[in-house]
Structures are given as C-alpha cells and as structure tokens.
C-alpha cells in the first residue's frame, strides 16, 4: 500500500508527463524492455520512460497480443518503475480485457506498480471483428480516468487506435474517419494522448493532428520522417515500440553468428565497458 506522500510524489510525475505532451519538442520515447534498458535510457537524459509491451513479451517467451500473464506483465512494469526516477509509462495492450471492468483493474494495478500513464489500445487481435465498439472503449477511457482520480494519480492516458492497422481492404480515407472519429470520442472520455500507430505518412500525420486538435502520438520506423519534421507536423509524441528491443536482438544475433560462421569476436569490441554498464546499477 503506497503511503500519501508516495502518492503525491507519483501524482507530481504523472503531471511532469502531461506537461512533456504540450512542450515544444516532441516528447520522444526510446521504449524499455526491462531494467537495464530502462537505465541506459535515464543516462542519456531522456525525460520519461516508456515500456514495450511486444519487447517485455518477448524477453518472458511470450508473444505479443496479450498472451503474457497479466501479473508477469505488471511486475515488469514495476521493476522498471523502481529503477528510475523518470516518470514511467506503461504499455498495457488493450488493459487485459475487453470490459470496462477490466480496464478500470488495469489502471489500478499500473498506479499500484509505479506507473504514471498507460496506453489504452482498441484493437481484438480478432480478423473479423478487430476493433472494440467504440462507445466501450470510450467508456473503458473513461474508467481509467475515474479510477485515476480515485486514487490520486492523474495517469496520462494515451488512448491507441488501431483503425489504421486492422482495417483489411477498407480505403485510407475510410481508416482516417474511423481513427478521428475514435480519437476525438476518447479525448471526450479524458484521454490526454491519441496513439494512431500503422505506418501512416506526412499527409496523414498532419490531418490527424488538425483534426484532432490534442497531442498525437507517431510510432516511429525506418520510414517515418525525421523528428524536427515530426515537429514541424505538429506531433506532440514519438513512441519507438518494440524496435529498440528488437534492433538489441539483431546485435546479439549479429554476435552469435560471427562466433559461429567467422569463429572471431570482433562484435566484444562495441559492447558498452563492463564497468560503465555495471555502473548504472550501484
């Protein structure tokens, strides 16, 4: 059970991150996967930390999609969240279930595990009906907030729409109603954040965000322009997902590859130095 002035505090770091939402530079998260990578993020100044869910998953041996033991999931998160002095939010998927009970759970046990903020998805993971109905899910948004309230933590809810992702042969123009349509109805709910992940472009990007009218959260691949255009576009968020997790393991395989089809080491060359590494946890 936190203690009141435990409360205050994360309440005080909810609010630093609500504020990094409507700065003048993106809020740019390079999203963790567990301790170490949460540490090294801190080193570098960051100002906040984003977990993974796909990357927390992975490194449990689990898939991404909520196969992950919801409690497994959340001592991930809490991990992190002692680790670092950063505000900290969590990937939590579409909050474990698709009720509003679910949701209001899931927001509690991400407040209880040091969280200040959370992503809030809409997508099933099921082909044939892959969005929750939108009024449910406007709903869910907000439980959260009425049980962030409750509790004393103003979490920063960044509400995910999955419209431009699961839409089979639905045209771009119709994924684009769809996303605004849900955005503006979870920003009505009390979402501080839309997430609109799914490889959308520079047309795209900029009719979200004059449509929306609120913080837009991109997510970030080798095709997404470059921050100070990111900027320029008016996005307020730039989440990374699971890259970061996924570019440590390609290093990794790189290594292991090059001990086994070159039989050298070069690859110990580039490691970070034991005692810099090592450092970060004293």
């Known amino acids: 059970m936190s203690t009141s002035v435990e409360i205050k505090q994360q309440a005080a770091k909810a609010e630093r991150l609500r ?57 991930s998160v809490a991990r992190i969240a002692r680790a670092v002095a950063l505000p900290v939010t969590a990937d939590l998927e579409a909050g474990y279930g698709s009720t509003i009970e679910s949701a209001e759970e899931t927001a509690r046990q991400a407040i209880e595990c040091g969280s200040v ?23 869910r948004v907000r439980a959260v907030r009425r049980i962030a309230g409750t509790l004393g933590v103003p979490l920063v809810i960044n509400a995910r729409t999955d419209a431009f992702l699961y839409a089979g042969d639905i045209p771009r123009n119709q994924r684009m109603a769809e996303a605004l349509s849900r955005g503006r109805r ?3 709910a009390g979402a501080d954040c839309i997430f609109v992940p799914g490889g959308i472009d520079r ?26 255009e990111l900027k320029s576009l008016g996005v307020k968020r730039v989440s990374l997902g699971s890259s970061p997790m996924a570019y440590a393991m390609a290093c990794f395989k790189a290594a ?16 970070i130095p034991y005692a810099e590494l090592n450092a970060l946890f004293r």
Do not use: C, K
């Open 19 to 75: 504020a990094l939402h409507h700065a003048d530079v993106p809020l740019v998260l390079v999203n963790a996967w567990d301790v170490a990578s949460a540490r090294i993020i801190e080193s570098l100044g960051f100002p906040a930390i984003a977990t993974t869910s796909a990357g927390i998953a992975n490194a449990m041996g689990y898939p991404d999609g909520e196969a992950i033991p919801t409690a497994l999931m959340l001592e």
């Open 203 to 228: 047309a795209e990007i900029s009719q979200l965000v004059r449509g929306l009218d609120a913080p837009l959260n991109v997510l970030a691949n080798e095709r997404t322009p470059p921050l100070a």
């Open 186 to 188: 979870y920003l009505e």
């Open 256 to 271: 292991a590859l090059e001990v086994r089809d070159v039989g050298t080491f070069d690859f110990a060359g580039r490691r």
């Open 117 to 139: 903020g959370l992503n809030l998805e809409d997508g099933t993971g099921n082909e044939a009906d892959p969005l929750i109905d939108a009024a449910l899910q406007a709903d």
